[in-house]
């Protein structure tokens, strides 16, 4: 493991003590805070508060990383307003490969909702986020289940009944509440604060629900026999 710090770095040197061999995700130490208000990152990032100082630290690729120390160096030195870079650690990281459907079935088997792979990872983030909401705003700990059950019902439920109804059909639900997470990413990007999912979705049933595709209708195609052209069924009604 190597580390690049800004000089002095002596005020950071505590952060040297952190389990840095493991990926940030799995990370357990005293120091870690969680913080509700720190906008949307397409990377994983965890906050630890160290001799008074709170850091933020973002896992990602070296070249990446590295781009982002130089960015952030550079707007210091212009006098932009931006965090404060500290350093770089690299040859930083352990890989796992997780099970094929692990968060699909994590997702269901807490909440009841069905979704594809990348759908239910990104699902079970906003209820680890709204967990630590609950959990910052009572004061102690709250449980998965409670968690996940107050999430369905006070955040996916919400907005599942909000789509238009002109719109639904669109999308499979669970499909549109991933893509609403996306498009809450962006919107909190270009206005430099979380917005919140409520105003994503509003946004979301406003400028992009109508541009997907109507369902297409099925029709029934008979088999025409001696070569003749085949003919769609219309679908029978009965009056009883």
């Known amino acids: 493991m ?41 990377h994983v990032v965890r906050f630890v508060v160290d001799d008074g100082v709170l850091y933020a630290l973002k896992e990602l690729g070296e070249r ?44 269901f088997l807490r909440t009841g909702i069905d979704a594809g792979e990348n759908q239910a990872r990104r699902l079970l983030n906003d209820i680890a986020s709204f967990r630590a909401y609950l959990e910052q705003k009572a004061g ?18 919400p907005v599942a009944d909000a789509i238009p109804g002109d719109l639904r059909g669109r999308l499979a639900p669970t499909e549109i509440f991933h893509e609403i997470l996306e498009h809450r990413w962006y919107m909190s990007e270009a206005a430099g604060r979380d917005v919140g999912t409520t105003a994503a979705a509003r946004s979301y049933f406003k ?30 009604t009965s009056s009883e």
Request: hydrophobic share 45%.
């Open 207 to 236: 400028r992009i629900l109508p541009e997907a595709p109507e369902p297409m209708e099925t029709t029934t195609i008979a088999a025409a026999p001696n070569g003749a052209a085949a003919q769609p069924l219309e679908a029978e």
């Open 2 to 42: 190597r580390f690049v710090f800004t000089p002095p770095a002596e005020e950071a040197a505590g952060l040297l003590s952190l389990p840095w061999g493991e990926p940030l995700e799995s990370w357990q130490d005293d120091r870690l805070v969680e913080i509700r208000q720190r906008g949307i990152s397409r």
């Open 64 to 107: 990446f990383a590295r781009r982002e120390y130089r960015l952030l160096r550079m707007l210091a030195e212009l006098g932009v307003p931006a965090v404060e870079v500290i350093g770089v650690a690299v040859d930083r990281v352990k890989t796992r490969v997780a099970e094929t459907g692990l968060h699909s079935r994590q997702l």
């Open 140 to 157: 102690r700990p709250i449980s998965d289940f409670v968690a996940a059950n107050r999430w369905r019902e006070e955040v996916y439920e």
